[in-house]
């Protein structure tokens, strides 16, 4: 078993330059620049999931030089809840 827990890559904002993040918003998730712009413009967004720590921090690293709001987090546990239902 891997005691290492699962990272998510969270974008919050784009900032002003916002093709600068689609691009690395692109490079980061592999996706069409396409695909990158629309994801882009729904921040906050959960772009990618399931990630070891260093990998998830260098994606946020990528993200915040091209100008981005962005924040790696440890992911929840399954059956773990993050907010209470209404």
Known sequence: ???DPS???VLIDCG???MDVVRAVR???GL???HSRVLARQAPVTLLAGLPADWAQSAVTLLRSAG???EWRQEP???ERTAPSP
Do not use: F, M, N, Q
């Open 7 to 9: 990272h998510e890559v």
């Open 68 to 70: 981005a709001r962005a």
């Open 77 to 79: 546990e399954p059956g």
């Open 16 to 18: 002003p330059g916002e």
């Open 1 to 3: 078993l891997c005691d």
């Open 32 to 34: 069409s620049l396409w």
């Open 27 to 29: 490079k980061v998730t």
